[in-house]
């Protein structure tokens, strides 16, 4: 409700003192200088509020500017490459590709290429002739019986609950028509995911959707969930980018009855997952329950996805993958940068390693040990673009997943109102009328697009390089400027020797 009247007050009271003016030399007293002079003079004596009390009737207009100061920044000052946490220009990347707008861009790049950090790829001055049609990835190891072949370019993680049930239709419809999966979130699989769409099933600490009474997991139900025919593989989730060594959580607004349902729990409570799994509490304990996993879901792909927070402890699910032979079909790596619909906001800020940083080190260590042949690695935290996509596989990932750049698609204008069940475009509220306002016979077309010229720049991209297969996508070909001097990222991150952490473990 703030939202919704917040303009209406501040054009009242604008146009309030207008009338004021214009009439008070006419009729003296009207009764709306009489209301404000009444409205100034209580200020003058509360004590709750410094600056009304200071200024009784022009302060309001500090709060009304305040309220809508996320609108103006947005609109009238930022540039289009300061916006934060996505810029104006990868949103309009977005929005061009879903409305099958506009693709090029005039007059050069807006990028300081001479800024500290810019990264670019190599091009070869004999581009390879453009692939026919886009690669994918199959996802599954030896003890795998229901393998699974993947996009390059898919929906990452995001809840019925945190997202509104037309947004979820219309993410799995897209999915279903571009060929492309779509990850469920830990918030459990609804009517709304069953559209046709590839599923990827998020188990994570609360166990939404197959939990049992008091929180644990039930064996029983997750079985009936994993059975369905549109869900292809499972993923576990330890933690995520934006929230690592935290839970989920899901405001008491937006968890109503249905939603409550789904997930085993009562409505209208604020609901935060568990920061740990009860099923498991070790590396080992991670493989076992990944192999329980697999035969309760008979033979699928089966992975984990976390943030980094303590090297150590990936170190030794490494370590445990060798020694037991238990080995994950996939992981995916979150970064610190990676959003949510709500987290704390030190959390947020200062926990967990950065994307980067955090996949090169995944990978070198699934190298170092002997298992990057034998698992996927799959990643998700900004991925917007065709050279996003480049760089996460030179880097070493195999799939790249996004969630906020399926949300544009869907038309989310970067409100950042994810947490208060009023986003006014319908994407992450469970209030009626503005879900009704979001098109689920529109939407899932803009996904759809989305998905499909991204990778057809992906394709460009891959060709301008000299490529023709994915193996030629390596460190060699991205460049980063660092304290003005040009490292690939080999460079700049020695690939670790495969096997070579064997030995010494």
């Given at each position: 409700m703030r939202e919704a009247i917040r303009f209406s007050l501040f054009t009242f009271f604008i146009a309030g003192l207008i009338v004021c003016t214009i009439l008070w030399p006419v009729y003296g007293f009207s009764t709306l200088g009489v209301l404000i002079f009444t409205v100034g003079l209580y200020n003058i004596f509360q004590k709750k509020h410094t600056i009304l009390r200071n200024y009784p009737v022009i302060g309001y207009m500090r709060y009304l500017l305040e309220m809508i100061g996320p609108e103006l920044h947005q609109y009238f000052v930022e540039s289009n490459t300061d916006g934060k946490p996505i810029d104006r220009?990868?949103?309009?990347?977005?929005?061009?590709?879903?409305?099958?707008?506009?693709?090029?861009?005039?007059?050069?790049?807006?990028?300081?290429?001479?800024?500290?950090?810019?990264?670019?790829?190599?091009?070869?001055?004999?581009?390879?002739?453009?692939?026919?049609?886009?690669?994918?990835?199959?996802?599954?190891?030896?003890?795998?019986?229901?393998p699974y072949s993947a996009s390059l370019f898919n929906i990452s993680a995001m809840s019925y609950g945190s997202l509104s049930k037309n947004a979820v239709m219309a993410l799995n419809l897209g999915a279903r028509a571009g060929n492309f999966f779509h990850d469920t979130g830990e918030g459990g699989i609804s009517e709304y995911h069953l559209k046709g769409g590839d599923l990827v099933y998020e188990i994570g600490t609360g166990y939404f959707g197959c939990r049992t009474i008091d929180g644990k997991f039930d064996a029983e139900k997750f079985k009936e969930k994993a059975a369905l025919p549109q869900v292809k593989m499972i993923e576990i989730k330890i933690s995520q980018g934006a929230k690592p060594g935290h839970g989920g959580v899901l405001p008491a607004v937006k968890n109503t009855p249905e939603i409550a349902a789904i997930r085993?729990?009562?409505?209208?409570?604020?609901?935060?997952?568990?920061?740990?799994h009860s099923a498991f509490h070790d590396a080992k304990g991670l493989l076992i329950f990944i192999q329980q996993l697999r035969e309760l879901s008979r033979g699928k792909p089966v992975g984990f996805k976390l943030a980094i927070g303590s090297k150590d402890e990936f170190r030794e699910i490494c370590r445990q993958m060798a020694a037991t032979g238990i080995c994950p079909d996939f992981i995916t790596v979150d970064g610190a940068e990676g959003g949510t619909g709500a987290a704390p906001i030190d959390f947020s800020n200062y926990v967990g390693m950065p994307w980067e940083n955090a996949l090169v080190f995944v990978t070198d260590m699934l190298n170092g040990y002997g298992l990057k042949r034998k698992i996927r690695v799959i990643t998700a935290t900004k991925i917007f673009t065709a050279f996003d996509i480049i760089k996460a596989l030179c880097?070493?990932?195999?799939?790249?997943?996004?969630?906020?750049?399926?949300?544009?698609?869907?038309?989310?204008?970067?409100?950042?109102?994810?947490?208060?069940?009023?986003?006014?475009?319908?994407?992450?509220?469970?209030?009626?009328?503005r879900v009704r306002g979001l098109s689920v016979q529109d939407k899932w077309k803009r996904v759809k697009n989305y998905q499909e010229q991204t990778l057809d720049d992906f394709m460009d991209l891959f060709s301008a390089a000299g490529c023709t297969q994915l193996e030629q996508l390596n460190r060699n070909l991205i460049y980063k400027k660092v304290d003005d001097k040009i490292f690939s990222y080999a460079e700049l991150y020695p690939e670790v020797k495969e096997g070579s952490l064997l030995a010494g473990g």
């Open positions: 220009n990868h949103r309009a990347y977005v929005y061009e590709r879903a409305k099958l707008q506009n693709e090029t861009h005039p007059y050069g790049t807006e990028l300081d290429v001479n800024v500290e950090d810019f990264k670019w790829m190599q091009h070869s001055i004999y581009p390879a002739e453009r692939l026919k049609e886009y690669p994918r990835v199959t996802v599954g190891g030896e003890s795998c019986r229901q085993g729990l009562k409505p209208y409570t604020t609901v935060i997952s568990p920061p740990a880097i070493g990932a195999d799939i790249c997943n996004t969630a906020r750049g399926m949300m544009l698609a869907l038309g989310c204008i970067q409100a950042l109102r994810c947490d208060r069940n009023t986003c006014p475009t319908g994407i992450t509220t469970h209030n009626p009328r």
